[in-house]
Nanobody, 119 residues
Framework: QVQVVESGGGMVQPGGSLRLSCAAS????????MRWYRQAPGKQREFLAD???????NYADSVKGRFTIYRDNAKNTAYLQMNSLKPEDTAVYSC?????????????WGQGTQVTVSS
């Protein structure tokens, strides 16, 4: 089994920064990719960024240039550095991890962490 835990959310003023963490643990043989999503109240879940095992990254246009995803493979952890935050970035941020356990490969999700951008 694989567990995914997000952390680092909180309240920040517009223009501020936060760094989110996504830690995967359990019977992990390898991690193919780690992805960040967010969902604001009344809106659909939105893809933000992903990073593969070789470090390749991909970003949604809405966060390109403001958010940076990176990972520590030794810790099975991905990070999302968020700069120049705006009120419209307020949402629950979730991480998904595509991991192999040796038995199967599946996508595992965390519970999410709340980010609130407000003055």
């Amino acid at each position: 089994q694989v567990q995914v835990v997000e952390s680092g959310g909180g309240m920040v003023q517009p223009g501020g920064s936060l760094r989110l963490s996504c830690a995967a643990s359990g019977s992990i043989v390898s991690i193919a990719s780690m992805r960040w999503y967010r969902q604001a109240p009344g809106k659909q879940r939105e893809f933000l960024a992903d990073i593969t095992s070789d470090g390749s990254t991909n970003y949604a246009d809405s966060v390109k240039g403001r958010f940076t995803i990176y990972r520590d493979n030794a810790k099975n952890t991905a990070y999302l550095q968020m700069n120049s935050l705006k009120p419209e970035d307020t949402a629950v941020y979730s991480c998904s991890t595509v991991a192999s356990t040796g038995i199967n490969t599946a996508s595992y999700w965390g519970q999410g962490t709340q980010v609130t951008v407000s003055s």
